[in-house]
């Protein structure tokens, strides 16, 4: 299987008015296409930084980060956008629509900056709209659904343009059990059915039970790596 992310001891330290935290120190991890894998680990453990990293919203103090075998820390910014916009799909803990967009145009958006052409968009988001149960709901806006069916909207918008990667931070917080149980296992069905490779960072349980690959993480570094 092709490798998605390599990380060779990746470090971040944050300084504010003389005082320095490491909040990742060393961190060595490969991840390859299509697995459905979780970040694991207390609060300060260093997950949404590494998630960060990878993802090159911010960049290592020390270390390298390969996406697709592309040095991120070698690249300028730009580049850095276009292979986040063309590589990687998010999902946040706090949905992040665009409040004055539809459903569909929410889907649809990151396709529209590829330059996607219409007809395939169109074909893309009635298709996506099945697979995470909001066929109907197209012409809503954000405030208009609930924070469910804005979570779907949002993983719906993270797996359209194909990425080879999704990012998930904490996408179950926000939700009920029964809501971030069905999203799951919806997850884990868009990620059999695409191959597209699932990274979460979570402390939710039902994720953990999920995953087919739990990273331990503990003070920065990775504590355990458990394949199952």
């Known amino acids: 299987m092709d490798l998605v ?36 680990g207390p609060s300060g453990s260093g997950k949404t930084t590494l998630l960060n990293l990878i993802s090159g919203l911010d960049s290592p103090t020390a270390g390298k980060v390969f996406l697709k075998e592309v ?23 706090a949905y992040n629509l665009i409040p004055v967009l539809t459903v569909y145009e929410n889907i649809e958006y990151v396709m529209l900056l590829q330059g996607v052409d219409k007809e395939e968009r169109l074909e893309r988001v009635k298709a996506i709209l099945c697979d995470v149960g909001l066929d109907g709901l197209e ?32 996408p179950t917080a926000n939700l009920d059990s029964r809501n ?32 087919n690959r739990l990273v331990i993480l503990k003070d920065g570094m990775i504590d355990d790596d458990i394949v199952r």
């Open 5 to 40: 992310i390599r990380t060779e001891n990746v470090e971040k330290t944050y300084v504010s008015d003389s005082i320095r935290v490491k909040a990742v120190r060393g961190v060595s991890l490969t991840v390859r296409s299509g697995e459905f894998t979780a970040l694991v």
């Open 71 to 93: 040095d991120l820390t070698q690249i300028d910014d730009r580049t850095r956008s276009l292979l986040r916009r063309d590589h990687i799909g998010f999902i946040f803990q």
């Open 139 to 170: 012409n809503r806006y954000p405030p208009q659904i609930s924070g469910g069916q804005q979570q779907r909207v949002a993983i719906a918008r993270a797996v359209v343009s194909r990425p080879d990667l999704v990012l998930a931070d904490e």
């Open 180 to 211: 971030g149980k069905s999203l799951l296992d919806m997850m884990h069905d868009l990620n059999r059915k695409t191959g597209i490779t699932f990274l979460f960072s979570t402390h939710d349980p039902m994720i953990m039970e999920r995953a």
